[in-house]
Structures are given as structure tokens and as C-alpha cells.
């Protein structure tokens, strides 16, 4: 069981509430919003107005990806501009279990962002407090890099750490991601696909969420 997050960052920002209506046509269920600062990474996208916007147009599930630095000083914000679930990256945050214990405490679910470059090891600590990892398997900024291929391995091990634990946290996957390697992802352990030139980039965001929800099904 896997769900599709299409990434507004492919999508066109004149006509969002359309992308984003196009891609719950073909049945993706979270949408997924990148968070630049300019700092953390080197690009700048969007922020809260769009957040809050994005809430009056749309009843699906808002997932804002906080590419930013000291994100624990805006994270609640992003609750309360109506996003769902937020994540922030294990190396921006100096206060990591305090900004996922206010991301709940606001009504959201918290999230641990972690870049291809950074060891597991840095959730050891944290992973308690979280509802979900967000894995990334491109280095964060950009839409349209390619998959890391040893990001396989790592969502593996994530999820043995999981079950280790006894916990139930989601595993999210972001970059990279097609109809050619969402299946491996999703056997490797992903739960929340993200896709943002996979389901942008072709012109038929409906029939391309359709493709990689078909593409990731594994038949047993
Ligand atoms: C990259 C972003 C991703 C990106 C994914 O920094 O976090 O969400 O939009 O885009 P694709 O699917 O094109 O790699
Ligand atoms: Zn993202």
C-alpha cells in the first residue's frame, strides 16, 4: 500500500489549483510542497501564503517538505496555515525533538527529513517523536535530478529500524522517483511516493499519476 505525493515544484504556479485538481483526478491522495529558503538549499520557492492558499483550494492532504534553516521557528506556522504533515531536515534543526513535539502538539503530523549524505544513525535519538521519515534520494533543491540508486538500501535499513523499534512510522521517498524505479522504492519499504517531474513534467498529470500508481502496484 503506497500512496502518490505529486511535487507542486514541477507544476505551474499560474494555474495550481488546476495541476493539483488534475492530479487528484488520478488518485493521488497527499500533495507535496517544497519549502526553499535560499539557505539550506540554493533555491528559493514558497512559502506560507501559499500553504494557506493552497488549503482554501483544496480538501487533500497537504505535506509541506521544509527545505529551510532553524526550521523550528516556523514549523507550527506552516500547521496553522493548514498543512497536515511537516517535515524538517535532521541537519537545519539544533532542537530537533522539540520542533517534532510542536508540530504535533499544533495538530500535525511531524516529519524527519533526511538528506542522502546524512547516516541513519542521526534518527536515533528522534525517530520516537516522529510520524514519518521523509528519505531523500536526490540531494535537496531542485526538481528533475536523478535517483540515487544506494537510496534503496538506506529505505531497507530504515525500515528495520522501524520494526526494530516497534514503531509505525511512515516512510516517505522524495526525488528521482518515475515510473521505471517507483516499484523497487515501494518494495524497499516506501509508503509515500513523492513525484513532481514524473507527474509535471509529461502534461497529463492525471494519466501520469495513474501510470506510476499502476507501475508501483506489486502483484502477488
Ligand atoms: C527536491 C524536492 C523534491 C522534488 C522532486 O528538493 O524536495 O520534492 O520536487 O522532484 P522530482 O520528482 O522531479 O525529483
Ligand atoms: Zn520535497
Known sequence: MFEIAPSILSADFSRLADDIAAAEKGGATVLHVDVMDGHFVPNITIGLPVVKSLRKATTITIDTHLMISDPGRYAVE???????????????????????????????????????????????????????????????????????????????????????????????????IDESNISEVVDAGAEIIVAGSAVYGSGDAAGSVRTLIEAGTVWV
Open 78 to 176: 506552516f500547521v496553522n496555515a493548514g498543512a497536515d504533515m511537516v517535515s524538517v531536515h535532521v541537519e537545519a534543526d539544533h532542537h530537533l525533538h522539540r520542533t517534532l513535539t510542536s508540530i504535533r502538539e499544533a495538530g500535525a503530523k511531524a516529519g524527519i527529513a533526511i538528506n542522502p549524505g546524512t547516516p541513519l544513525m542521526a534518527l536515533e535519538e528522534t525517530l520516537y517523536y516522529a510520524d514519518f521519515v521523509l528519505l531523500m534520494s536526490v540531494n535537496p533543491g531542485f526538481g528533475g535530478q536523478r535517483f540515487i540508486p544506494t537510496s534503496l538500501d538506506k529505505i531497507r535499513r530504515l525500515r528495520q529500524m522501524i520494526l526494530e523499534r516497534g514503531l509505525e512510522t511512515r516512510i516517505e521517498v522524495d526525488g528521482g
